[in-house]
């Protein structure tokens, strides 16, 4: 009888570390979700990331940075999208990376599947026909005096929609971390006239 018991009892604790084991796994590494879109597509913009530990984090901020961590996946880079607590995540088909991308639908007046959407392409893409500043913004995540519209949203990202309602304003903002933000400010062409921090 008691050697019953204690097979039972040492049964019961490999099946709590087992289960244990289970539940400390990184999101990382759990299954996507439901789909956002179908198949693999290409990133339009750059995405700025933040590596955190084993995450590779993002925001519909953008954080554009630079701040320690803080990292680019450029424009047609191969992504599948999925959701994710109450934003979504792109895993990096060639890049073996997943990031998790917080996002707020009531500040960026669209579902995460409108905005992913805009993100994305179902083509490749390129930029090899914008200017040399352009390209150059592009290439460093940045965004610099003469680039225009095009070229600053692929360098930064689609602008947060609370606080740049529309790309057709001649302002848009940008979070260079959750706390800081840069204003790039356009003239009547569409070409950037300035950035202030």
């Known amino acids: 009888m008691k050697k019953r018991f204690i097979a039972a009892l040492a049964f019961l604790l490999l099946c709590l570390f087992a ?3 289970c539940r400390t796994g990184s999101p990382v590494a759990a299954k996507p979700d439901k789909p956002l879109v179908s198949g693999t597509v290409h990133t339009k913009y750059n995405i700025h990331i933040q590596h955190k530990g084993d995450k590779a ?25 999925s959701r994710w607590r109450s934003g979504f995540r792109l895993d990096c088909v060639e890049k073996g990376l997943t990031v998790l991308f917080e996002f707020d639908p009531a500040r960026m007046n669209m579902s995460a ?14 930029y ?15 965004a610099y005096r003469g680039m225009s519209k095009k070229g600053v949203m692929a360098a930064l990202g689609y602008p947060a929609a609370h606080r740049t309602p529309s790309p057709d304003s001649d302002t848009w903002t940008y979070w260079t971390n ?20």
């Open 19 to 21: 289960a244990a084991g």
């Open 57 to 81: 984090l993002a925001s519909y901020a953008n954080w554009v940075g630079p701040f320690p961590g803080h990292d680019v996946i450029e424009p047609d880079t191969k992504v599948v999208a």
């Open 178 to 197: 959750r706390f800081n933000t840069i204003a790039v400010h356009f003239d009547d062409s569409g070409k950037v006239r300035e950035v202030i921090d």
């Open 128 to 142: 090899d026909h914008l200017s040399g500043v352009d390209q150059k913004g592009i290439r460093n995540g940045e």
């Open 113 to 126: 599947s409108e905005y992913v959407k805009k993100i994305t392409s179902g083509e490749p893409v390129s």
